[in-house]
């Protein structure tokens, strides 16, 4: 069983910036991709950004071009830097990590983000 330990959430200011780990129970780097999910009060989990084994990364339109994720195996860890936060990105953000495309995938507990004005 895969554990997956986020931080880096908390109380961020309208127009800032953050950055969340998740750090994996065992080595990373066969695991097939990682990412963050997100859930907003009242609404369905939704996707944030996935990255691959091999690098290749994919982003919700909403992220877009200002949210980077990036992995360090040798950490076993992923990232989700975000910048210009806005009130839609108060969530609780979950790291997920999945070995294969055919298996489940395992998540994290969570981190609360929530951005204030």
């Known amino acids: 069983q895969v554990q997956l330990v986020e931080s880096g959430g908390g109380l961020v200011q309208l127009g800032g910036s953050l950055r969340l780990s998740c750090v994996a129970s065992?080595?990373?780097?066969?695991?097939?991709?990682m990412g963050w999910y997100r859930q907003a009060p009242g609404k369905q989990r939704e996707l944030v950004a996935l990255?691959?084994?091999?690098?290749?990364?994919n982003y919700a339109d909403s992220v877009k071009g200002r949210s980077t994720i990036s992995r360090d195996n040798a950490k076993n860890a992923v990232y989700l830097q975000m910048n210009n936060l806005n009130a839609d990105d108060t969530a609780v953000y979950y790291c997920?990590?999945?070995?294969?495309?055919?298996?489940?995938?395992?998540w994290g507990q969570g981190t609360q983000v929530t951005v204030s004005s």
């Open positions: 997920i990590a999945r070995l294969s495309p055919n298996r489940p995938p395992y």
């Open positions: 065992e080595s990373i780097s066969s695991f097939y991709v």
């Open positions: 990255i691959t084994n091999v690098g290749s990364t």
